[in-house]
């Protein structure tokens, strides 16, 4: 049984391996994303990464929102930090200015703290995905995932 001190750990650990295999599979099989924003959208295959991953820099003294579009800074810390993990995977995949195929990063890089990075992540992941009624009618609430409708 996981203990609450080693929940943090176990999510980012089985989330890490989840997106691995994701990829893997989004290249394997050369996917196209399903209802993507495109230049637009926040990334074109996941967004949870980026609400996790943003919150390990949290109180980070040393790595900024603007240093995640330094290819070094990224290649460097790509395995410790999830949120440099898929600005990877993006640098990866995709050509041409990372300003121009992923405008929304581009502009979160300008926001001045981790804080206020996370925080509006958050709340665009509660209006892009939660409150869209295609995303959410499939969602299995219980006892793991509770939904209050105050």
Known sequence: AVVSTQSTGTVFYLFREYLILM????????????????????????FLPFIFGSAQFLGN?????????????????????MF?????????????P?????NQLWGI????TWTKVNGG???????EVL???PVIQHFVFGSL????PK
């Open 109 to 112: 890089s300008g926001v001045p």
């Open 61 to 81: 003294p040393v790595i900024s929102p603007d240093h995640f579009v330094v290819p070094e800074v990224v290649d460097k810390h790509c395995d410790d930090y």
């Open 131 to 133: 409150a869209k009624h």
């Open 98 to 102: 990372f300003s121009e195929h992923s």
């Open 84 to 96: 440099l993990e898929c600005i990877k995977f993006i640098n990866d995949v995709k050509t041409g």
């Open 121 to 127: 992540l958050i709340k665009m992941y509660k209006a």
């Open 145 to 148: 995932l509770s939904f209050d």
């Open 23 to 46: 990829r893997k599979i989004q290249m394997w099989y050369r996917l196209e994303p399903a209802g993507s924003h495109g230049v637009w959208g926040l990334d074109d295959y996941q």
